[in-house]
């Protein structure tokens, strides 16, 4: 069966899991901070702020060594029902050699700043499901792929759908995104342009009250261009998330994701290492204010 046959059956049985069963409203669970590398549809409430610390890993490329680690600070506040406002700074750190394409670096750096703006347009308590979108602008100053200096724009917006499939107990989410990103390089002034696509798919379980257990899988297709005019790669990672209640107002989320499948355009590997890393991890702490 094609690809897109595949993803277009996995966003159809997701949106099915999502409607309504028997007329039961669900409520229960918090999905603001549930998964790692996805989002969930609730967004806090009115007066709500947040302080949290996000440390994202990707290790391993085609070839050589390679690792690259950002470590965001961000802070959240709910100026009004169903809007939640953040804003946030970021460090890298990266570590090449060897790795065909990219120049050897070994170097840490303050990043950019970015902006993350969420509207809840259905809550779960009284809709069939929750639906927020959200728009994440960045401006960074260091490209997080290669480390070269840059001066670089992106947006990432996600439709996020979610429902808690056993109340109380187990919530579905899915993730439809678009990643468009502007850079040109310092020095030379070469400029570039790129996009990703993807659907994400997430189950989460309570094993007892304030752990939850679960995972995540997410189809991601890089272009060439921010109107997805050629493409360059695509990749399946999969890989387990855990969320930890540590207090009233304490909270940690973990998670993992390695490339099951991938393929670069023009290739036939069983993994693409150009566009996409090996391994990815994330780690947030989040405390309320």
């Known amino acids: 069966m094609p690809i897109r046959s595949k993803i277009c059956r996995a966003v159809f049985v997701c949106l099915s899991a999502l409607l309504p069963g028997g007329g039961v409203c669900a409520e229960g669970i918090d999905t603001e901070h549930l998964f790692g590398f996805m989002i969930g549809t609730d967004i806090g ?14 290790f391993a490329r085609n070839g050589g060594k390679y690792r690259a680690i950002g470590q965001e600070f961000e802070l959240e506040f709910v100026p009004a029902r169903n809007v939640r406002v953040e804003l946030g700074t970021s460090f890298a750190s990266h570590y090449i050699r060897g790795v065909p394409g990219l120049e050897d670096r070994r170097q840490l750096s303050w990043e950019g700043v970015s902006v993350d703006l969420r509207y809840r347009f259905l809550d779960r308590d009284a809709a069939p499901f929750g639906l927020t979108f959200a728009v994440e602008t960045h401006a960074n100053r260091i490209d997080e792929t ?18 808690e499939v056993i109340p109380n107990r187990a919530v579905a989410a899915l993730n439809l995104i678009y990643q468009p990103e502007w850079s040109r390089l310092v020095g030379t ?7 990703t696509i993807g659907v994400a798919l997430g189950l989460m379980v309570q094993t007892r009250p304030g752990l939850f257990l679960g995972g995540e899988a997410r189809y991601l297709r890089q272009y060439e261009g921010i109107g997805l005019q050629e493409l360059a790669g695509q990749a399946l990672f999969v890989g387990p998330t855990a969320y930890f209640q540590l207090s009233p107002r304490s909270r940690l989320t973990a998670a993992w994701s390695v490339q099951a499948w991938g393929r670069p355009a023009g290739s036939n590997a069983a993994l693409d290492l150009v566009n996409f890393e090996r391994h990815q991890a994330r780690l947030i702490f989040g405390i309320n204010f």
């Open 189 to 195: 002034g070469a400029a570039e342009q790129e996009s």
């Open 45 to 58: 409430s009115v007066g709500e702020r947040e302080f949290q610390s996000e440390t994202t890993g990707r």
């Open 146 to 163: 290669t480390a070269a200096a840059v001066r670089s724009y992106g947006t990432g917006l996600t439709l996020a759908f979610d429902r």
